[in-house]
């Protein structure tokens, strides 16, 4: 039975010591991962190590590469950094790299956050960031099309205006062709539902295995839809919560939607799987 978790974050600082232990534990319970960046020096970093792992690198039955990669740059890094699109599209040309995010809005970093970093006060400011924000998101879009790769989404607060952004682009045929996915969702049902009207599948994390807030949409949103999704190192699930998470973890996230839509862990893993291997394409 093999599980693919479809956003970790091994390229991040918190796994720089011990990186290859954990993807040897993750691939030793055949589950597959996808490494998902946050800048240009995480998106390099994360073709890095999925290019570790080659066809016949690791032992396996059937010696398929199982490590993929993602680049992209997060909103809350558009004011650190360009979007420099050449440079990404260079990124692209890996085989290993299957999708372009995480890419998205998060106005908490904005609005809420007691960090001094992303403190702002002026309402002035807080708009013109959400506008970054927004064309940095959008050149995400155009050159997901361009190499028809699917989008890895990050929406923290700011559902309306992504949904928004999201069907102006579906107005002018400007989505990719493979759309993508939601991953980490924390909105309501009724949001979970226009995305999913436009094409693209949602993702859980561990949060689901000790909150009920997302039960409803859960319930919802057909199986074929969904897919697994750690955010590791953050959020570890139960019964690890607390500690530093790792890709191997998504089995517990397939158990808790077993759980609430009353289906087997066994179809759950079977069908998240075969929607991540469609989405992302991979061999």
Same mark, same amino acid.
Request: net charge positive; glycine share 4%.
């Given at each position: 039975?093999?599980?693919?978790? =479809?956003? =970790?974050?091994?390229?991040?600082? /918190?796994?720089?010591?011990?990186?290859?232990?954990?993807?040897?534990?993750? #691939?030793?319970?055949?589950?597959?991962?996808?490494?998902?960046?946050?800048?240009?020096?995480?998106?390099?970093?994360?073709?890095?190590?999925?290019?570790?792992?080659?066809? +016949?690198?690791?032992?396996?039955?059937?010696?398929?590469?199982?490590? %993929?990669?993602?680049?992209?740059?997060?909103?809350?890094?558009?004011?650190?950094?360009?979007?420099?699109?050449?440079?990404? *599209?260079?990124?692209?040309?890996?085989? $290993?790299?299957? /999708?372009?995010?995480? =890419?998205?809005?998060?106005? %908490?970093?904005?609005?809420?956050?007691?960090?001094?970093?992303?403190?702002?006060?002026?309402?002035?400011?807080?708009?013109?960031?959400?506008?970054?924000?927004?064309?940095?998101?959008?050149?995400?879009? +155009?050159?997901?099309?361009?190499?028809?790769?699917?989008?890895?989404?990050?929406? $923290?607060?700011?559902?309306?205006? #992504?949904?928004?952004?999201?069907?102006?682009?579906?107005?002018?045929?400007?989505?990719? *062709?493979?759309? +993508?996915?939601?991953?980490?969702?924390?909105?309501?049902?009724?949001?979970?539902?226009? %995305? #999913?009207?436009? +094409?693209?599948?949602?993702?859980?994390?561990?949060?689901?295995?000790?909150?009920?807030?997302?039960?409803? /949409?859960?319930?919802?949103?057909? #199986?074929?839809?969904?897919?697994?999704?750690?955010?590791?190192?953050?959020?570890?699930?139960?019964?690890?919560?607390?500690?530093?998470?790792?890709? *191997?973890?998504?089995? %517990?996230?397939?158990?808790?939607?077993?759980?609430?839509?009353?289906?087997?862990?066994?179809?759950?893993?079977?069908? =998240?799987?075969?929607?991540? $291997?469609?989405?992302?394409?991979?061999?």
């Amino acid at each position: 039975m093999e599980l693919i978790d =479809t956003h =970790t974050h091994l390229n991040f600082k /918190a796994f720089s010591k011990d990186y290859k232990e954990v993807i040897k534990r993750t #691939l030793d319970e055949n589950i597959w991962m996808i490494i998902v960046s946050s800048n240009f020096a995480t998106s390099k970093r994360a073709v890095e190590i999925a290019e570790e792992y080659e066809e +016949g690198v690791y032992p396996a039955p059937d010696s398929r590469c199982r490590v %993929y990669a993602a680049i992209g740059l997060h909103p809350i890094h558009v004011q650190d950094e360009e979007f420099d699109v050449s440079k990404y *599209r260079k990124l692209a040309q890996s085989p $290993r790299v299957v /999708a372009i995010g995480e =890419t998205g809005l998060d106005y %908490y970093h904005i609005d809420n956050s007691p960090s001094s970093k992303f403190k702002v006060q002026n309402s002035k400011l807080q708009f013109k960031i959400k506008n970054l924000q927004k064309n940095i998101f959008v050149k995400h879009l +155009g050159l997901a099309r361009e190499i028809d790769k699917p989008l890895i989404i990050h929406c $923290r607060e700011a559902h309306k205006d #992504l949904i928004d952004l999201l069907k102006e682009q579906e107005s002018q045929n400007a989505l990719p *062709r493979r759309k +993508g996915v939601v991953h980490c969702f924390m909105g309501k049902w009724s949001e979970a539902q226009e %995305y #999913l009207k436009m +094409g693209f599948l949602i993702s859980f994390t561990g949060v689901i295995t000790y909150v009920k807030d997302y039960d409803k /949409a859960i319930l919802n949103i057909s #199986l074929e839809k969904l897919m697994l999704d750690t955010d590791s190192p953050y959020m570890a699930p139960e019964p690890h919560r607390g500690q530093r998470n790792e890709p *191997r973890y998504c089995k %517990y996230i397939a158990q808790k939607i077993a759980e609430v839509k009353g289906v087997s862990f066994e179809e759950v893993a079977k069908v =998240t799987t075969e929607n991540a $291997r469609k989405l992302f394409n991979l061999t």
